[in-house]
Nanobody, 129 residues
């Protein structure tokens, strides 16, 4: 059974940094791709970044440069490093995982929420001045 548990919630000032973690269990990473999503107040859930089973990463164009997704296979933890935080980064952050089909390339991952069937409970990030 896939389990995803996020941590790293916090209130930070504008310009600060935060690292979110997602403890993952119940699956083999080489068979899955994973992603971080976020949902701000009164906003739709958006895909921030994803990481494919071979480690290839993909970021939302507007967020590339400030966000970094990584996977520690030993610790079995997915991370999201966020730098230069702005109030627009405020929201709930979720990690998600999806088993890769045999027809999906190992370098491919998705940032579309509809592609994922395993979700964590979320962790709150609040950015203020």
């Amino acid at each position: 059974q896939v389990q995803l548990v996020e941590s790293g919630a916090g209130s930070v000032q504008i310009g600060g940094s935060l690292r979110l973690a997602c403890a993952a269990s119940g699956f083999t990473y080489r068979d899955y791709y994973m992603a971080w999503f976020r949902q701000g107040p009164e906003k739709r859930r958006e895909g921030v970044a994803c990481i494919a089973s071979d480690g290839t990463t993909n970021y939302a164009d507007s967020l590339q440069g400030r966000f970094s997704i990584s996977l520690d296979n030993v610790e079995k933890t997915l991370y999201l490093q966020i730098n230069s935080l702005t109030p627009g980064d405020t929201g709930m952050y979720y990690c998600a995982a999806r088993r890769r089909s045999p027809y999906t390339s190992a370098w491919w991952c998705s940032r579309s929420s509809s592609d994922f069937d395993n979700w964590g409970q979320g962790t709150q990030v609040t950015v203020s001045s």
